[in-house]
């Protein structure tokens, strides 16, 4: 694997329509499970839309109370619900909760039934502004599967449609998921087009959280293609919002990006200066994780100055940290690289 790679593989793993080519959703007809709903032509129950309703919220409430079987299963239980209804709003409404369950969790299979189940609603509804979230949405599921080559059609295609409905957020959302597909695919020069299109949307849109992503990924891509200052341009720009909006997973990204690049160009002065402002951000909020992170940075950074006693004496900080949270293959990691140092030291 590449240096590349493996930054873009640490950049996706942070890091929406009717079928398109080449990619397989789950038929409307099997999503919805039309035959099973006894009588459409009944008289909608009341009582129905309370409990699908409730359902809804409970699903809610016990994901926030980290209850999360408990979750799923009030959701599927306002999905039968709004089937009886028909009511195919509340069914994507529930799909997406559900869909973003699953990934909170990794559980990537059940992710992607539930996001395609939650685009065949959309389009059962005859509803752009959903079919466009659904269709970002499942190819944000194979984006961070992997699946690349099956994102791209259905960003394409989320494009299409919000150019279609004039939506500028839409836009600036498919363009910056084109903008990361192209990175899994090792396109760099597309991936900042996209990225760089995607930005000129995004600053219409005045969301910070999105602006500062997109940013950060935009710096990402700078740095594929070795234009460190433009790297540094994009990712200063995006600890900028992140520190006004207090974004802190913004916040350590965006000075991870600076870092890369201030360090590549030999100012380590300034380097250290962003992993000092890191440090401190960890410990406010006490994250031993971050802090970790940090301790590594500084690490690599004396390590490439050529300060060889305070890398030791940073790395032996990470790993003393990677062992205080029970992350061992950080700490073997960690342990191999002090190794390596000293055993070049005795050298």
Known sequence: MTLR????????????????????????????????????????????????????????????????????????????????????RGIGAAYRNLGALYEDLGRWDKALDARQKQLDAALSAGDDRTQLDGLNDVGGVLLRQGKFDRAVPLFERALNLANAIDSSVGRAVSLNNLGLAAMGLENYAEAVKRLEEAMRWQYRVADPLEEATTLNNLGAAYWAIEDYDNTIGASGEALRVAQLSLDRPNHFRAIDGLVEAHRRVGRYFRAEELLEERLELARILEDERQEMITLASFARLYETAGLTDEAIRFYGGAIALARSIDDLEEEVRLTNKLREILENGIK
Not at 9 to 31: D, F, H, K, Q, T
Not at 39 to 46: A, G, K, L, T
Not at 63 to 72: C, H, M, N, S, T
């Open 5 to 88: 790679s493996i930054v873009v593989s640490a950049i996706l793993g942070w890091g929406m329509v009717a079928p398109a080519v080449g990619v397989e959703l789950v038929p409307i007809s099997r999503a919805i499970e039309v035959a099973q709903i006894p009588d459409w032509s009944r008289q909608e129950d009341p009582s129905d839309r309370l409990e699908a309703e409730s359902f809804l919220r409970l699903g809610e409430e016990k994901q926030r109370l980290g209850e999360f079987d408990a979750a799923i299963e009030a959701w599927l239980q306002a999905v039968a619900r709004y089937r009886r209804l028909r009511d195919f």
